[in-house]
């Protein structure tokens, strides 16, 4: 008997729920660690320039606590105290836009809730047209930041805008990226 999961041709190795060893040691490990997926994805939003959603956290300023972002437990102990998810439906979200993960700042929020909680220039669709970190497309214009959201200029060409924001990061002599 093959593996379950999708595009997985493995044998099951005994009965373990018509999963292969692989998958059935990485469902092991999401029972016992619900929340490692989480905690991962945060720390890659904020400080992995190569995350696709880095644009949108790591380039902005948005940090995780220290507390978290060295102890998966403390994460978990901390956010068990905002209560039991409510639904599968709900994900952990900040509740300003601006500050970082920390418990403060969080609470359990649907998708729609989370959408309607960021700025409208923020929406995906404005800000997937620039495609460069920093660079934002509004009202037919570039505009490019640096850390924290620092205001740097507003440019005719996308090309303007990268440039002059390489300049800024230049002159700051701190590097942007971690
Ligand atoms: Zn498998």
């Known amino acids: ?13 005994s009965k373990r729920a018509g999963l292969c060893s692989t998958h059935y040691d990485q469902d092991i490990f999401r029972v016992k660690y619900p929340f490692y997926r989480t905690w991962q994805s945060m720390k890659s939003r904020c400080y992995n320039p190569n995350d696709g959603n880095y644009y949108l956290y790591g380039a902005r300023g948005i940090a995780v606590c220290d507390r978290w ?3 998966y437990n403390d994460f978990v102990l901390d956010i068990t105290t905002l209560g039991v998810k409510p639904t599968p439906a709900h994900t952990l979200d900040r509740i300003d836009n601006d500050k970082g993960y920390e418990l403060e700042n969080m609470r359990w929020a649907t998708k729609k809730e989370q959408i309607a909680n960021r700025r409208p220039e923020e929406k995906p669709r404005v800000t997937n047209r620039a495609r460069a ?21 507003v ?7 990268i440039k002059a924001r390489e300049e800024y990061i ?5 590097i942007d990226i971690i």
């Open 1 to 13: 008997m093959n593996c379950i999961k999708p595009n997985c041709n493995k044998q099951v190795a």
């Open 69 to 71: 972002l060295s102890s």
């Open 133 to 153: 970190i920093g660079i934002r497309y509004h009202q037919k214009r570039w505009q490019a930041r640096g850390r924290h959201g620092v205001h740097i200029g």
């Open 170 to 174: 230049k002159q700051q002599k701190t």
């Open 155 to 161: 440019f005719d060409t996308k090309e303007e805008a």
